[in-house]
């Protein structure tokens, strides 16, 4: 039963990481300038964009190396 539970965690886990990567790249309102990485699910892979520094959502990374890693 535990290990039923384990592996239910696991693929729980693992789906979260991959909606992570099918979010909308968003700047967010504030107007900051910070270099950061974010999939695109429109080029299918991690690029470069501006974010503002607030908000946004979890599509944004500190190295393009990380994004790849989660998203790729």
């Not at 909308?24 to 990485?37: I, S």
Request: charged content about 30%; some cysteine.
């Amino acid at each position: 039963m535990r290990l039923l539970v384990f592996v239910f965690a696991l693929l729980a886990i693992a789906l979260a990481l991959d909606d992570i990567c099918k979010k909308e790249l968003e700047t967010g309102p504030c107007r900051a300038l910070f270099k950061k990485y974010g999939y695109s699910t429109k080029e299918k892979k991690c690029v470069e964009f501006v974010y503002g520094g607030c908000k946004g959502n979890e599509n944004n990374f500190e190295t393009m190396d990380e994004c790849q890693k989660k998203c790729s």
